[in-house]
């Protein structure tokens, strides 16, 4: 296998995985943002968490072995990208920590103090996560301040941070938020039952909209604040219409109560935008806002040709198996949800 | 404080916060696995119970181990971006092999032993917890051979292109003879730990006289894991020993406070320097001793400090190539006492156990103390081991000031590290409070879910 060949094919692989990541926690960080609002009563609250209680933690392996599998493929893309966001990733651990210990701990008492509060953590947790990563991904395709050695050039962290929030980065970050509270909403209506079922449905038709606004900013800034006039042109390709396509379909399923093709078709609208980012990205990794030569590409920021062929072969062989078990914890545990006590694991 | 030093102390008190996590889901998968193995195979309610009651302690240390290695993994590129550039080609492979090969399985099957029991068929239940037991001891593994590799760098060359190292045999990597005494070593704490939890809360319930079977079977096995396990940690700290002797001498000079070279080497039994750290004042002894730890025989030389100084001073320039020697000292001290402790305990639980009215013995009340043993000895043995390898990050190769972000600030760093002190220090007395409050209600509280413990409410507003 030639060395480009395998640098391109990490640059998929890392994008397969953070596109596994958002379509997976994409809605269980909806879920979890919207625990709080749709969950009523205590057995609603533990309803709605068990939807996807079997499967959080198996959905944010994804965005570990993303960071993990971009250490080993592409350093420097990690040590630019880790070190450079440095504040708002430690913001997205503290969400997560709080985030991943409240599921855990919410029921280990009957306070309702102590669970509302726990709640409130998975909600706020979910929240920041999902806006700094929508935040950063943003930044990410519009260009960071990056010079000659690879480095992240600001004053400090404070400054970073602030400037992450640019318009641009702004509309990433809430846009993502709605899309995920949209396919959380959706998530809901698939694996709930009863009135709560009925709930998240009216709350997926609100939540539509909102969703469709955001990306429609999305599109606008898209077109305003990254090269993708210059690298691509006006009409996109058929990959980004596909996905608006997708979007705006989804609210005729929710309106006909076809909720598994309402998921489907938000799913297909989380995937194909993330395609589209990393095609507007590819080959870069990072780009430099300061001058197009200190991009990070596949081609200057990957390990050497050795170990990508080691990679290779151990991906090759695990990652199937992976993907195998993971459907079918999706497919033993497909059944609806109810608030009925007998049926609620804690 | 300068970047550097603050890095070094937020990844120091990071990662011994995760250690705290770490041993008791390595070792207490296995006893849960086990335990509801026997149920399957006997249907005793009481082994049903057991599973139930120790996987409840497991679940409730599992959330904490796995949100706590998150930030591990991040901060490498996040604190230590000089170092993610210039070892990644090789440190990363492990880290992402861990997490295809290892998180995700332990991570998906603990959801499906949660969640699954009496919806997925038996057998598929009792597997999932045997795959989440191996998932995180095999997690274990890959971390240890990237942490094998920084103290003992093997598989790979310096490429003069690039500027920095490149993996050349990646069977030398996964085969480094450090990592895999690391390996069995830290896979024995895990057991040791999760069989001092079983044995301080048994004796406690025993000592009540409540569950009275339930806990006595516990602490019989319990007390055989220890002690076996704790063996095994012995023979793998002392091949330890062996390979430091040829693969980080300074170390090896720098646990035993041996400022001048030895022959046959002596063992320190209480040493006390002088303030600069470079010279003896007083030691008690033990002839023959070290010499018989570092080599396996009674007259090997034993370099000290004072000459491997001079000596890497020639190899490398000059700096200061002794690790904080009070720290690696005391810890190596601490680490092998509780070890012995702990070994003589689980044997002294064994010859007692075989008599009636055990629960009585003088003695006895102290058991429910033994646990903090295993917690003292596992910290102590990684400060010792990640603080004899300074000024090193990776030994001989790269030191801890070429490592850092470059772009950090000591602004942000104190940000982050005041933020991770509040995060960890409020979710550690939560952790604690739940532990103890499960651990003392006993199994009839585990066996009616959480709902029915009461738990006064944490934190000062209500």
Known sequence: MSYEFLQTLWFILIAILWIGFYFLE??????????????????????IINTIGTFWDGNEVWLLTAGGATFAAFPHWYATMFSGFYLPLFLLLVGLILRGVSFEYRSKSPDPKWRNRFDWMIAIGSFLAALLLGTAFANLAKGVPIDANMNYVSPNGLVTTISLLNPYGLIGGLATVAVFLLHGANFLTLKLDGELRERAH????????????????????????????????????????????????????????????????????????????????????MISSLKPAWNLTIYNASSSQYTLTAMTIIALIFVPIVLAYQAWTYYMFRKRITVEKKDLVY | MNPTLLSQWQFALTSIYHWLFVPLTLGMGWFVAYMQTRYYQTRDETWRKMAKFWGKLLLINFAMGVVTGIVMEFQFGMNWSGYSRYVGDIFGAPLAIEALLAFFMESTFLGVWIFGEGRIPEKVHLASIWLVAIGSNLSAIWILIANGWMQHPVGYVLNEATGRAELVDFFA????SKA????????????????????????????????????????RIGA????????????????????????????????????????????????????????????????????????????????????????????????????????????????????????????????????????????????????AMPYLAGMSGWILTEMGRQPWVVYGLLKVEDAISPNLTVADLWISLIGYTLVYGSLAVIMFRLMKKYALAGPEAAMHESVDVALSPVGADD
């Open chain 2, 173 to 176: 990597l996964i085969g480094n």
């Open chain 1, 26 to 47: 994409g809605f269980d960080f909806g879920v979890g943002m919207l625990l709080p609002f749709l969950g009523k009563k205590d057995e609603e609250r533990r309803a």
């Open chain 2, 180 to 219: 895999w005494t690391f390996i069995w070593h830290t896979l024995a704490v895990g057991l040791v730990t999760a069989a001092f939890l079983i044995i301080s809360v048994s004796a406690y319930h025993l000592l009540r006289k409540q569950n009275v079977d339930f806990f006595r079977r516990s602490l």
């Open chain 2, 224 to 371: 055989w894991v220890g002690l076996i396990a704790s063996i095994i940690v012995f023979l793998g700290g002392h091949t330890m020993g062996q390979l430091m002797y040829e693969q980080q001498p300074m170390k090896l000079a720098a646990l035993e406070a041996i400022w001048e070279t030895e022959q046959p080497a002596s063992f320190s039994l209480l040493t006390i320097g002088d303030l600069s750290g470079r010279r003896e004042v007083w030691s008690i002894r033990i002839p023959y001793l070290m010499s018989f730890l570092a080599c396996n025989n009674f007259d090997c030389e034993v370099k000290g400090v004072n000459e491997l100084q001079a000596q890497y001073e020639a190899q490398y320039g000059p700096g200061n190539y002794i690790p904080l020697m009070v720290v690696t000292y005391w810890t190596f001290r601490i680490m092998m006492v509780f070890g012995f402790i702990m070994m003589g305990v689980s044997a002294w639980i064994l010859l007692a156990m075989r008599r009636e009215g055990y629960e009585n013995r003088p003695g006895f009340k102290w058991l429910p103390w033994a646990v």
């Open chain 1, 202 to 285: 009216a709350l997926s038709k609100k939540l539509y909209w909102i969703a469709l606004v955001a990306v429609i900013l999305l599109t606008i800034g898209t077109y305003v604040y990254t090269d993708v006039l210059t690298k691509i042109g006006v009409n996109p390709g058929i990959i980004p219409i596909l996905s608006v396509v997708a979007l705006v379909s989804s609210i005729y399923f929710i309106n006909q109560r076809r909720e598994g093709r309402a998921f489907a078709a938000v799913s297909a609208y989380i995937v194909l935008t993330q395609v589209s980012f990393f095609m507007l990205m590819f080959p870069r990794v």
